[in-house]
């Protein structure tokens, strides 16, 4: 089993940065695509942005390319995501979560591709 803890969330003011981390437990991520997700209220879970297992591949959703940076450090079995020039509508509560399938080739990006997940954290983004 796979536990994942997320932090680093909290209160900024439009236009500053977080850096999120997700920390694994009781097996290593190392060789799992990693994946953060967020969830609006009343909301379903959506893509944020996800990286291989060995960092040769990102994906980011479009509204947040060229301000988030996903990375990992397998030695750390931690995977980061750096949020910058953050608004108000990035305020949500953010997962961090583990694709166990090993021979999938593109990243997931379906919150039903992954089947470990953190129990999340809150950014808020006041304007």
């Known amino acids: 089993q796979v536990q994942l803890v997320e932090s680093g969330g909290g209160l900024v003011q439009a236009g500053g940065s977080l850096r999120l981390s997700c920390a694994g437990s009781g097996r290593t991520v190392s060789p799992y695509d990693m994946g953060w997700f967020r969830q609006f209220p009343g909301k379903e879970r959506e893509f944020v942005a996800a990286?291989?297992?060995?960092?040769?591949?990102?994906h980011y959703t479009d509204s947040v390319k060229g301000r988030f940076t996903i990375s990992r450090d397998n030695a750390k079995n931690t995977v980061y995501l750096q949020m910058n020039s953050l608004k108000p509508e990035d305020t949500a509560v953010y997962y961090c979560?583990?694709?166990?399938?090993?021979?999938?080739?593109?990243?997931?990006?379906?919150?039903?591709?992954?089947?470990?997940w953190g129990q999340g954290t809150q950014v808020t983004v006041s304007s």
């Open positions: 990286i291989k297992w060995n960092s040769m591949n990102t």
């Open positions: 979560a583990a694709d166990s399938l090993l021979s999938r080739g593109e990243l997931g990006r379906h919150s039903y591709d992954y089947d470990y």
